[in-house]
């Protein structure tokens, strides 16, 4: 039979060749019949149009100027993360995603012109190259090419709340704590607590800087539904998946509430005593005095004992300064060994509070605790410090 021309883009060295071979740069796919025409692989896609909204991301880009001679034309997305703010340059300082980036409708062998990513860290810069491949993209010693554009996410929400934590439930109250969200995207300012009853939906809210939030006023044994969470200056996150906790009954709560309590009434029965005693001997110490006729003895610092294991206490009122009483039988704690509770009381110049103390090496105690209120008088702050003092003088 006569001898054909050999197809678009090959060649042959020899006459009546029963194959011919491909110029360079140009390619037959494994599916392609030995008499079709080589092609080569696609330019660059066109074009690519980023929207980026918090850690999400939008791209779309147009079809390549050239196709390679064929019509099996597919895309994929790269993504990298980069070091560095947005004025940073050269790909030696992005590396790779992590797995957790989604594409929809997927990341490799794109059909569409359009991919949705999600779950980007926030203020972050990326790079993301659309590369354009066809069907001989793999016989090619040289990448796919493709079109680079890089964004920088903005300032996000943070993500859910994991999980929720009961710590202890009575016949009225429910005391919870959380994990803070895995991606906070910034500093939480503070969280939000939605909760309802299960028989009835109708649902309240509370806010909490903390972790953790003890909710008051509920039913005695009534489940209810509880949801978190966190906000920072983006706005708040999503709520966490709910979760069910239900109260005690009145009798289970009373005796746990009683058990709770016992410490604090234990703490503060013995402050209560120890200022009694207080008292008592200041009184006798100044009828001594008076006995004595001496006014300079009131400013003499007695630290002699009256009998084996029994003190003589110093009544902080003979002090010109209250302040040199406190530094004398006073002692500093670090403020961040004590955590405030609650408010139990107020006195006449200040608030009394339940709270905790942990000091290094020593275990935890529950303790009474007293504070000077704003707007305070001098004469109120040298009570306050005269009692800070007395106390100061008891071991307990």
């Given at each position: 039979?006569?001898?054909?021309?050999?197809?678009?883009?090959s060649?042959t060295?020899?006459?009546?060749a029963?194959?011919?071979?491909?110029?360079?740069?140009f390619?037959?796919?494994d599916s392609?019949?030995?008499?079709?025409?080589?092609?080569?692989?696609?330019?660059?896609?066109?074009?690519?149009?980023?929207?980026?909204?918090?850690?999400?991301?939008?791209?779309?880009?147009?079809?390549?100027?050239?196709?390679?001679?064929?019509?099996?034309?597919?895309?994929?997305?790269?993504?990298?993360k980069?070091?560095?703010?947005?004025?940073?340059?050269?790909?030696?300082?992005?590396?790779r995603?992590?797995?957790?980036?989604?594409?929809?409708?997927?990341?490799?062998?794109?059909?569409?012109?359009?991919?949705?990513?999600?779950?980007?860290?926030?203020?972050?810069?990326?790079t993301?190259e659309?590369?354009?491949?066809?069907?001989?993209s793999?016989?090619s010693?040289?990448?796919?090419?493709?079109?680079?554009?890089?964004i920088?996410?903005?300032q996000?929400?943070?993500?859910?709340?994991?999980?929720?934590?009961?710590h202890?439930?009575?016949g009225?109250?429910?005391?919870?704590?959380?994990?803070?969200?895995?991606r906070p995207?910034?500093?939480?300012?503070?969280?939000?607590?939605?909760?309802?009853?299960?028989?009835?939906g109708?649902?309240?809210?509370?806010?909490?800087?903390?972790?953790?939030?003890q909710?008051?006023?509920?039913r005695?044994?009534?489940?209810?539904?509880?949801?978190?969470?966190?906000?920072?200056v983006?706005?708040?996150?999503?709520y966490?998946?709910?979760?069910?906790?239900?109260?005690?009954?009145?009798?289970?709560?009373?005796?746990?509430?009683?058990?709770e309590?016992?410490?604090l009434?234990?703490?503060?029965?013995?402050?209560?005593?120890?200022?009694?005693?207080?008292?008592?001997?200041?009184?006798?110490?100044?009828l001594?005095?008076?006995?004595?006729?001496?006014?300079?003895?009131?400013?003499?610092?007695?630290?002699?004992?009256?009998?084996?294991?029994?003190?003589?206490?110093?009544?902080?009122?003979?002090?010109?300064?209250?302040?040199e009483?406190?530094?004398?039988?006073?002692k500093?704690i670090?403020?961040?060994?004590?955590?405030?509770?609650e408010?139990?009381?107020?006195?006449?110049?200040?608030?009394?509070?339940r709270?905790?103390?942990?000091?290094?090496?020593?275990?935890?105690?529950f303790?009474?605790?007293?504070?000077?209120?704003?707007?305070?008088?001098?004469?109120?702050?040298?009570?306050?410090?005269s009692?800070?003092?007395i106390?100061?003088q008891?071991?307990?």
């Amino acid at each position: 039979s006569p001898c054909l021309s050999c197809p678009p883009n090959s060649r042959t060295t020899s006459p009546a060749a029963s194959i011919c071979t491909c110029h360079s740069n140009f390619y037959r796919a494994d599916s392609d019949s030995a008499d079709s025409a080589c092609t080569t692989v696609p330019s660059p896609p066109r074009g690519v149009i980023s929207n980026v909204n918090e850690t999400t991301l939008i791209l779309e880009w147009s079809e390549p100027r050239d196709l390679g001679g064929r019509d099996d034309l597919l895309y994929n997305v790269i993504c990298k993360k980069c070091r560095g703010g947005p004025g940073a340059g050269g790909t030696s300082a992005c590396s790779r995603c992590d797995d957790n980036v989604e594409f929809v409708p997927r990341q490799l062998g794109l059909t569409e012109r359009r991919v949705h990513i999600s779950h980007l860290l926030a203020h972050t810069r990326y790079t993301f190259e659309v590369q354009a491949v066809n069907g001989v993209s793999g016989k090619s010693p040289l990448p796919p090419r493709y079109a680079a554009v890089n964004i920088t996410t903005n300032q996000a929400a943070p993500s859910e709340v994991p999980t929720l934590h009961l710590h202890s439930s009575s016949g009225s109250s429910l005391t919870l704590s959380w994990a803070p969200p895995e991606r906070p995207n910034g500093v939480i300012l503070d969280y939000e607590m939605k909760y309802f009853e299960k028989s009835e939906g109708i649902a309240s809210t509370v806010t909490s800087q903390k972790n953790s939030v003890q909710l008051d006023g509920l039913r005695p044994e009534a489940r209810y539904v509880v949801q978190v969470r966190a906000r920072t200056v983006a706005g708040y996150g999503q709520y966490s998946r709910p979760a069910e906790f239900e109260t005690t009954s009145e009798r289970g709560s009373g005796t746990q509430q009683l058990q709770e309590q016992l410490p604090l009434i234990v703490g503060s029965a013995t402050a209560g005593l120890v200022f009694v005693v207080a008292v008592v001997v200041i009184a006798v110490v100044c009828l001594r005095k008076q006995r004595h006729g001496s006014d300079s003895e009131y400013t003499e610092k007695l630290q002699q004992y009256i009998a084996p294991g029994m003190k003589v206490y110093i009544d902080p009122f003979t002090y010109e300064d209250p302040n040199e009483a406190v530094r004398e039988f006073a002692k500093e704690i670090d403020v961040s060994c004590v955590k405030i509770e609650e408010v139990i009381g107020a006195g006449e110049f200040g608030e009394v509070c339940r709270g905790r103390l942990k000091q290094p090496g020593r275990r935890e105690v529950f303790v009474a605790i007293k504070t000077l209120k704003v707007g305070y008088t001098e004469r109120q702050r040298r009570d306050f410090l005269s009692e800070a003092s007395i106390m100061g003088q008891f071991d307990h």
